[in-house]
């Protein structure tokens, strides 16, 4: 599976982003996907993550209720909804699959990776 983000950009506080992981293979719909973001100096976090069949959805505290995480099959493409963002949400944002994560929270329990899209949050 290769995975394609996009969708960053700069916003001011309070805008929304829609980031995008387009995934070729005609598998898609077996793994989970998840977003993790990756501040300066800081290590990679999990942000969310959608199961593949089911569409059963997982987030991190800092961002229930202002980010979205969804998924199209027939398109082999995620979404993740950003809304109400806030400064520190700044960040380099992945997107990565795996068929059966151990650790949903853990960035090595994902196999793919997408290169990373830049979400810049101005206050």
């Known amino acids: 599976v290769q995975l394609q983000a996009s969708g960053g950009g700069l916003v001011q506080a309070g805008g929304s982003l829609r980031l995008s992981c387009a995934a070729s293979g005609r598998t898609f719909s077996s793994y989970v996907v998840a977003w993790f973001h990756q501040a300066p100096g800081k290590e990679r976090e999990f942000v969310a993550a959608?199961?593949?069949?089911?569409?059963?959805?997982y987030y991190v505290d800092s961002v229930k209720g202002r980010f979205t995480v969804s998924r199209d099959n027939a398109k082999n493409t995620a979404y993740l909804q950003m809304n109400s963002l806030k400064p520190e949400d700044t960040a380099v944002y992945y997107c990565?699959?795996?068929?059966?994560?151990?650790?949903?929270?853990?960035?090595?329990?994902?196999?793919?990776w997408g290169q990373g899209t830049l979400v810049t949050v101005s206050s």
């Open positions: 959608i199961n593949g069949s089911s569409g059963y959805t």
């Open positions: 990565a699959a795996a068929r059966y994560p151990g650790r949903l929270l853990h960035p090595t329990s994902y196999d793919y």
